[in-house]
């Protein structure tokens, strides 16, 4: 008896602790801000921004960074810092949209193959072979050269190879999850596969796959700036990192802060994602 | 006494194929069990005896095979869809395990564990369903019930948590529970008060109760009946006192020897020799000759089967022990 007191009491402090610990976490708090800040700037770009992102201006065509244009202009005048802070917005919006049906078709396929097993398991193993097989890239690049370019088809295409991964982690942990007696006790309590499924194995597997997603939306921000720059995801003349650095790949040598400025915001944005994964996969580690 | 067996295992078989080999998990295993009736099930690790218990709700065949007969009141559960099992389970049949920190999901309260058993198999409403949550609570000698309910499965202690356990397989009232080891992972002072609970319950639910152990000490304060299980066959069965104080199978002999009865301190404690065999490669006679003392030619050819050597008492051996005065009944 007295040790159910003393498990309470040490448990009850827990997740206070656990709130502290983050805060101790220089990485995860860096990256917590990062991504607080980001997620500021994409929601309300014209308030960080003093300039219309699309306002040309041939007066004032390629001039070096001033206090009235921190990171210059580009090539038709247009304010440089302007279209970073609203390329925030589709650049966020890549690292939300591009990974969010690739996680829920992924982790649903998932836990429905490795709870069931059988013929289907058998037939999502030779799938997953196949998809990785290739580079990840390569294949989103071939599915948007069917489809066509844009943004909605970048997402599509992303979502079609991409739901592979979070399937197959999601698998793995179901699997480990049902040696857990309470899986068992489950189905002997005569609950539906439903119920076994999404209200108990799920939210105890589910742990891996959000530290993965918080990498997959950095790489995703990677992946939609990649095919921005090649052309085959976000179109000119809307701001996306992507996109500035390919506008500003002609004026390297002239005017190479088009260019660096958006790669920087790319490099901040992924880090911040990636400390934040980094973060999450320490805090959650140990079950309460 | 017992009317009418309200749960009937006959030659029960399940195989495993790991890597395209048959694993002979559970072979022939009959037992019948009367309302309200103990049974235990008792043997080393390995011996099948879990596996006989998972066979019975349906739960070893989504792994394996599974032949013979589970009848529970004349229905025939093995080919049952799960459909039909699953108003069976837990509403006439529930089942605890043996480690109280896996058996319980840790993300959901106890009190939201307790509620979604009542609401899969009662008409209750919420309230009633909360009420009862308490009652069962403290029906298992949980303190202070309503305030726990809230409370999740890391905030209780190993003995509290199979109260719970139990508490969640005993709500919907079944008729019959199959226990798995549930009080190995407790220390023995805990054990006792869960084996006592079960037992309680039992007896005031008129439930029936199939009981795993490897525990001999268990099955003499709890069982009725016993079967004592070797390499995936019962070996020897019937009531308790009986085999327990004149085994006639030199494995069961050897158990009762290897609980340690009044021996001065420092004796060394009798161990059957030996170790079990691996279920891949059973030995073609008798599972147990490599390890009997009495086994002779015919135990390493012939597999002895289980046959009456009295009323309601069976055993599997060539060479049985004789049968003391004892055991003239």
């Known amino acids: ?18 709130v502290q610990l983050a805060l101790r976490k220089p990485g995860f708090l860096i990256g917590a801000v990062i991504i607080g800040f980001s997620t500021l700037l994409a929601l309300f770009p ?10 040309i201006d041939y007066l004032a065509v390629r001039q070096p960074p001033s206090w009235a244009h921190p990171f210059g202009t580009d090539m038709l005048g247009r304010d440089a810092l302007s279209r970073v802070i609203h390329a925030y917005t589709v650049n966020m919006q890549m690292a939300i949209l591009a990974t969010v049906f690739a996680l829920t078709i992924g982790v649903t396929v998932g836990a429905l193959v490795g709870y069931y097993r059988g013929v289907a398991d058998m037939v999502f193993g030779r799938v997953v072979d196949a998809i990785i097989t290739f580079p990840f890239l390569v294949l989103v690049i071939a599915v948007v050269a069917v489809l066509g370019p844009g943004l ?36 002997v309590m005569g609950y539906s596969d439903r119920r076994i499924i999404f209200r108990h194995l799920l939210p105890n597997a589910i742990t891996p796959v959000i530290v993965y997603w918080m990498t997959d939306m950095a790489l995703a921000i990677l992946l939609g700036s990649s095919l921005g720059y090649l052309g085959l995801g976000a179109q000119p003349p809307q701001a996306e990192w992507g996109v500035l650095i390919a506008e500003g790949r002609n004026f390297i040598t002239t005017a190479w802060w088009l260019s660096l400025m958006p790669g920087i915001a790319i490099v901040i944005t992924g880090l911040g994602f990636s400390l934040i994964g980094d973060g999450l996969a320490d805090l959650l580690r140990p079950r309460g | 006494m017992t009317d009418h067996p309200i749960l009937e295992v006959d030659n029960l078989c399940t195989t495993f194929s790991r890597g395209g080999t048959d694993l002979p998990a559970v072979r022939d295993v009959s037992f019948a069990l009367g309302k309200g009736q103990v049974q235990g099930l008792v043997g080393e690790s390995g011996s099948g005896k879990s596996v006989t218990l998972r066979s019975i709700l349906g739960l070893a065949r989504h792994y394996g095979e599974v032949r013979g007969s589970v ?4 229905q025939e559960l093995t080919t049952m869809s799960e459909r039909q099992l699953r108003k069976i389970r837990g509403r006439e049949i529930a089942m605890i395990f043996q480690e109280p920190m896996t058996s319980l999901n840790p993300l959901l309260t106890v009190g939201t564990q307790l509620t979604e058993t009542l609401k899969a198999h009662t008409d209750l409403g919420r309230r009633a369903r909360r009420d009862r949550a308490i009652e069962m609570l403290d029906h298992v000698g949980i303190p202070a019930a309503a305030s726990r309910l809230g409370e999740y499965p890391h905030q209780f202690s190993g003995g509290m948590r199979q109260r719970v356990m139990i508490a969640i397989a005993l709500a919907a009232s079944p008729k019959l529970l199959l226990a798995d080891e549930p009080t190995t992972a407790l220390d023995v002072t805990i054990q006792a008060q869960i084996l006592d609970l079960i037992l309680k319950l039992a007896d005031e639910m008129s439930m029936g109760v199939v009981l795993v152990t490897h525990d001999l000490g268990v ?10 299980m070797y390499a995936g066959r019962v070996v020897e069965q019937g009531a308790v006192r009986q085999v327990l104080q ?23 404690l009798y161990s059957v020799p030996g170790t079990p065999p691996s279920l891949f490669s059973l030995p073609e006679g008798c599972a147990f000759a490599p390890r009997c003392q009495a086994a002779g030619s015919a135990c390493q050819t012939a597999r002895p089967a289980l046959q009456d050597i009295a009323p309601g008492r069976q055993t599997a051996c060539f060479h049985p022990l004789p049968a003391t005065q004892d055991n003239a009944a």
């Open chain 2, 246 to 268: 004149t085994p006639r199978h030199p494995y069961t002999e050897g158990l009762m020897r290897s609980v340690p009865q009044d021996v001065p301190p420092r004796t060394q």
């Open chain 1, 46 to 55: 014209s308030f960080f921004a003093h300039y219309d992102p699309n306002f």
């Open chain 2, 71 to 74: 009848r529970w009141q004349g």
């Open chain 1, 152 to 187: 909605i088809n970048m997402y599509i295409a992303i979502t079609l190879v991409g739901w592979v991964y979070y399937a197959r982690l999601m698998r793995a942990e179901v699997i480990a999850q049902m040696g857990n007696d309470y899986a068992s006790a489950g189905i």
């Open chain 2, 219 to 228: 099955v003499a304060q709890t069982c009725d009946t016993v079967s004592v």
């Open chain 1, 1 to 18: 008896m007295s040790n159910a007191v003393v498990t309470s009491a040490k448990s009850s402090d827990a997740p206070l602790s656990r």
